[in-house]
């Protein structure tokens, strides 16, 4: 989330897109219903399928799976064509004025700079015109035509609301009322706010329809707004801290990256992260990468890393590829990898196509699964007939599986949507021989050092050299992971400015990252947790929940990263002088002598208005992109592409470019995809509020609320095909078929779209052959093998299947 | 059995007078039903409070689940799909007992004290004393309490009146996510009701408004509804709730005539006694009849 759960409650119009925060998130939902009840918000609801937030909406507006970003760039399109942007945010606060170089193009649904045989972009062109001064080149006026402004005005003139209509099947009307309500917002004094999840993120253009939400916000200028922003609803109660600490496979802790193998020279690598100013006075604060690196070197080697060896760089793994979960599921399936490892993790359940992940852990040497549940991944090897059709005699797979404790069985902290890392305790001891995480991995840990030291091997120095310095060696203390992730000094730091005087001694534990070095006289496991466990102690465990401005900007309640900031990019909340846009909603503001207010400001904090530096100081050129340059692999604006498996096999705006041409499909995959004449129905998986994933199945009080598997489809596709509620159906794709109850229902419409009927088939997950609910299918049994060109977060939302009656 | 028996204002069959020394405010619990997202936390959080757990049942083509009220589940959600003026709306409806002011059950009861309603409102069934002859689901006007076929007793929401009695909210209102159900004395139930009927007839529900039916003399458990002018919308909640006239007229007015005619039939009897005197058997009369046993 750029703000935070509390402060949806500041909106004045809050749309749920791309996700069901009422039946996902029903805790967080209560801010939503807070600011209908007393800031008059109007509450939109913008899904296929109208959903338990729909129930409680102002507006209803449905659309078909996939094609949120036909819809969010009619947005666009009403609000530049409407005259409905915040002038003088778009202005100062965007790239809107900054001009794009001349080799970039857009035509027939392709960037300039594809490689069709690759399926990738040169993205080179994708830039803006640089001046002799080393700057981009802006154009105050905005009237150049090949300014950002004019290029964004130009791409999504296509997405008139007839187009949005055909292409969405939202009725036009619909469309242009929620574009109406929306637009209320581009006054400097009212805010809109998304609310998204896995609605958004599994596509194979998820990423994509994030920017364009982002986008909307910045013409609006509601980034940085209290009540604005665009907001990740994370989907496991820490899994934003799991993604803080280096998720992806090519991240490092705090969004560090990790070195690709062409990147042998540790001074390049930096550089190239430390990225320069690309404006004047802009602090384009990745430029202290370099302190924040060395710093987590030194939190892992200690006394190992040293200037000289530039702080083990070369111990760090070079990736020729991203190993995401796909890739590393391919490579199972083509036997080239024989091991694996599997922590709090179901990949049975939660990566596509079954049938594949069958045929790829059945040629494992060894798999280990670390969780406190029998998952079905741990018991794939089991037959459980239709539900699970394998012959274990034929599966060599040496399966180990190591209990683990839940959450409340253990002390740690737990980071929310809201970047808040909040302290909890132990509430119960756990059952039987489960035993912490953190002890198992400490565990395997000790006992390969221990193999590495009597036996040697290719490359030991990685392993031998780490720093293990917990109490309890095989037992690391949640307590003592968090002083390490917060840093400490490892000399006395002096005051830059006056070296007599010392601001920290050796030993002590940081007040932020702001202390860090570059040198080696700081450590530190997370840059941007740092200040979570100070000298005064645990902030995360503080519950002082005193609100001075109302704005719900607790400072006093846990620790929020980064900085204990509670909005991003909050300097943008102010206009160019430093005073609030609305005074009612003063997050921070410029008192003349520095920047102050109710919340932490995102900004230098001395740096007056006069001197020019833009708000969004992450990036060099110090303002919000409309414009994304590189940093997207389908292009810098995004572009309506279909799904992989679309029901109407064509895409209306570009019928030569159906889909995301940047997706990386994998060949044997791409023979799995199924076409809309055998498997006619749009199909998009999901989660009902009974459940917790594939947990609670396991559990007596959600399996009685929710007992067996069941698929929604809507009215007149039932009678289309004979099938009434509580019949058993079979929905099958092209790879494979489950079975399960039919809810039929009034919430799934059909949707009239480029001139022919789409019905969606809802695929609620939850079920398996585990657990104490009844026996179901694993829903993924039916999902396509291709991920966002980003992130290779898998399109879970949009596929094809057909049915009848079981 | 009765954890307040100082606060028990009344007791099925019962004629003695009942304590009179404490009176407790009214309480009553709102569910704010424009607020309500079917979450089910309620449900769970009454199973857990309560210790009941239903067995693990079926998907029968709805979200419904467990389908109806049952001895273990004394709170479900109640989905309806309809369409309003507003096009399509998705009605949902935490259904329980509503502690009737005017309790149809305990008029209904035969049973002394397995039915009480306690000064702050909460009509609460004590199962010891119950003799399962389900008078009371006849009685109720909401079809609420059930009866249990492996205890002959007859279950239903207590509003927590073991969590009330020591100054907690209902469990369900502990955990309600959104704010749907809150609880407080009645007066200011009422005018929380008040200050959302306001928010929803801005936001064009012209009918919205407080479902508190007088039929049973208004409720503790109280309901704002978006379209008060068609409460069956909501999963058939009755449009005027009130006691059926069978139990009202046999325990109310016909009570009185009843027992009017026992006494009669006494006195009866004693004139009787005391002019003719008592029956005495003779040998004859006492002797098995012949066929006794035998088939008819």
């Known amino acids: 989330m750029t703000n935070h759960w509390v402060d949806i409650k500041n909106a004045n119009v809050i749309i749920v897109m791309g996700g069901n925060a009422a039946e996902a998130h029903p805790c967080g939902f209560k801010w939503v219903t807070e600011a209908k009840a007393h800031n008059q918000a109007k509450f939109i609801v913008i899904d296929p399928r109208f959903t338990r937030s729909a129930s409680v909406a102002d507006l209803y507006a449905p659309l078909r799976t996939g094609t949120d970003i036909a819809f969010l760039g009619g947005v666009i399109n009403y609000l530049l064509s409407h005259d409905k942007i915040q002038h003088e945010y778009v202005k100062a606060y965007t790239n809107a004025s900054f001009i794009v170089a001349d080799g970039y193009k857009f035509g027939e649904g392709l960037f300039s700079g594809y490689d069709e045989a690759t399926r990738t972009y040169d993205r080179s062109s994708w830039a803006y015109e640089i001046g002799p001064d080393g700057y981009a080149k802006i154009d105050e006026t905005m009237q150049n035509r090949r300014c950002v402004l004019q290029l964004l005005k130009s791409h999504y003139s296509r997405y008139t609301p007839e187009t949005v209509s055909g292409i969405c099947g939202t009725p036009k009307e619909t469309f242009l009322k929620v574009c109406e309500l929306i637009a209320t917002t581009s006054v400097p004094n009212r805010t809109l706010t998304f609310m998204y999840a896995l609605g958004w993120t599994q596509h194979s253009v998820g990423s994509q329809m994030i920017r364009t939400a982002a986008m909307v916000q910045l013409l609006l200028g509601n980034v940085g707004m209290a009540g604005g922003g665009v907001n990740a609803l994370r989907g496991h109660s820490n899994i934003q801290g799991l993604t803080d600490l280096g998720l992806l496979s090519d991240l490092l802790p705090g969004y560090l990256t990790l070195p690709r193998e062409n990147e042998t020279d540790y001074q390049a690598y930096i550089a190239k992260r430390a990225l320069k100013p690309l404006r004047p006075g802009q602090m384009s604060y990745w430029q202290n990468y370099g302190k924040f690196h060395v710093s987590l070197m030194k939190a892992w080697y200690g006394a190992n890393a040293t200037t000289g060896n530039n702080w083990c760089y070369d111990w760090l793994p070079k990736l020729d590829k991203v190993y995401d979960v796909l890739q590393v599921f391919e490579l199972m399936a083509q036997g080239k990898l024989n091991g694996y490892v599997c922590q709090g993790f179901n990949p049975l359940g939660s990566i596509p196509n079954k049938a594949k992940l069958i045929k790829a852990m059945s040629q494992l040497k060894y798999l280990v699964v670390i969780d406190p549940l029998a998952t079905e991944t741990s018991c794939f090897w089991e037959n459980h007939g239709d539900y699970n059709d394998v012959d274990p005699a034929k599966i060599a797979t040496e399966v180990i599986r190591l209990p683990s404790t839940c959450f409340a069985e253990e002390n740690g902290s737990l980071t929310n949507s809201g970047r808040w890392l909040q302290w909890h305790y132990k509430g119960a001891p756990p059952p039987g021989d489960a035993k912490p995480d953190a002890d198992i991995i400490a565990g395997i840990f000790l006992k390969l050092r221990e193999l590495y030291r009597k036996e040697g091997g290719a490359f030991p120095d990685p392993i031998l050299n780490l720093t293990w310095d917990y109490a309890i060696p095989h037992a690391p203390a949640p307590e003592e992971l968090a002083r390490e992730y917060n840093g400490k000094a490892l000399a006395d730091l002096t005051d830059p400015k006056d070296p007599t005087k010392v601001l920290m001694k050796r030993g002590q534990l940081l007040d932020g990252f702001a202390q860090l070095r570059d040198d080696g006289s700081t450590s530190c496991g997370c840059w941007l947790y740092s200040g979570a466990w100070t000298e005064k102690g645990n902030m995360m465990a503080r519950r002082d929940n005193y609100d001075p401005s109302g704005l719900g900007s607790t400072l006093n309640w846990a620790f929020a990263w980064p900085a204990n900031r509670r909005v991003l990019y909050n300097r943008a909340s102010c206009d160019l002088q430093g005073r609030p846009w609305d005074p009612n909603r003063k997050l921070v503001y410029w008192d003349g002598i520095k920047w102050t207010g109710a919340d932490v400001p995102d900004f230098k904090p001395d740096s007056a208005p006069a001197e020019g530096m833009s708000p969004f100081i992450m990036q060099p050129e110090g303002v919000g992109r409309l414009f994304a340059l590189d940093k997207m692999a389908e292009g810098p604006f995004p572009e309506h592409y279909e799904p992989f498996e679309t029901p109407i096999a064509t895409n209306p705006l570009h019928p030569r470019v159906i889909s995301n041409p940047a997706a990386r499909v994998f060949r044997d995959d791409l023979a799995a995809f199924g076409t809309s004449k055998e498997y006619p129905y749009a199909a998009t998986t999901y989660r009902v509020t009974e459940h917790f994933h594939f947990w609670t199945k396991h559990t007596l009080l959600s399996s009685i609320l929710q007992p067996e598997q069941f698929v929604e489809i809507g009215e007149e596709l039932a009678k289309e095909k004979g099938i009434r509620a509580g019949d058993l159906v079979k929905v099958w794709s092209k790879r494979g078929f489950i079975k399960a109850k039919a809810v039929v229902t009034k919430r799934i419409k059909p949707l009239k779209v480029n001139g022919t009927t789409v019905y969606h088939v809802g695929i609620p997950i939850h079920w398996g052959f585990k657990g104490i609910a009844r026996d179901g299918y694993l829903a993924n049994t039916l999902t396509p093998f291709v991920g966002d060109a980003n992130t290779q977060t898998p399109e879970f939302k949009s596929f094809l299947v057909n049915i009848e009656k079981a | ?296």
Not at chain 2, 33 to 45: D, L, R, T
Not at chain 2, 99 to 108: R, T
Not at chain 2, 142 to 171: H, Q
């Open chain 2, 1 to 296: 059995m009765a954890l307040q028996s100082l606060d028990i204002i009344r007791r099925s069959a019962t004629t003695t007078p009942p304590p009179g020394v404490r009176q407790t405010e009214k309480l009553a619990k709102l569910i704010d039903i424009s607020k309500c997202i079917g979450c089910k936390a309620c449900q769970v959080a009454c199973m857990e409070w309560n210790d009941t757990r239903d067995a693990i049942g079926h998907n029968h083509g709805v979200l419904d689940d467990p389908m109806d009220l049952t001895e273990n589940s004394w709170t479900v959600m109640r989905y309806s799909e309809v369409e309003t003026d507003r096009g399509l709306e998705w009605l949902i409806r935490k259904d329980g007992c509503m502690h009737c002011a005017d309790p149809g059950c305990l008029k209904a009861c035969p049973a002394p004290g397995a039915i009480v309603q306690y000064s702050n409102g909460i009509v609460d069934f004590h199962e010891e004393n119950c003799i399962g002859c389900g008078y009371c689901i006849t009685g109720c006007p909401f079809n609420i309490p059930r009866l249990s076929k492996k205890d002959s007793k007859v279950y239903k929401c207590t509003l927590c009146a073991d969590r009330v009695a020591v100054g907690l909210e209902p469990a369900c209102v502990k955990t309600c996510p959104t704010g749907a159900i809150v609880f407080g004395t009645k007066e200011k139930m009422i005018q929380h009701a008040e200050e959302r009927l306001v928010d929803l007839k801005e936001r064009g529900y012209a009918h919205a408004g407080l479902y508190n039916p007088k039929g049973v003399g208004g409720t503790h458990v109280m309901y704002v509804l978006p379209h008060a002018d068609a409460p069956s919308l909501y999963h058939g909640l009755p449009d005027e709730p009130k006691i059926d006239f069978w139990v009202a007229f046999w325990k109310g007015a016909a009570k009185p005539i009843g027992n009017w005619l026992l006494g009669l039939v006494a006195f009866a009897a004693f004139l009787h006694y005391i002019t003719v005197g008592p029956n005495e058997a003779d040998e004859a009369n006492d002797k098995e009849p012949e066929h006794a046993g035998g088939k008819p």
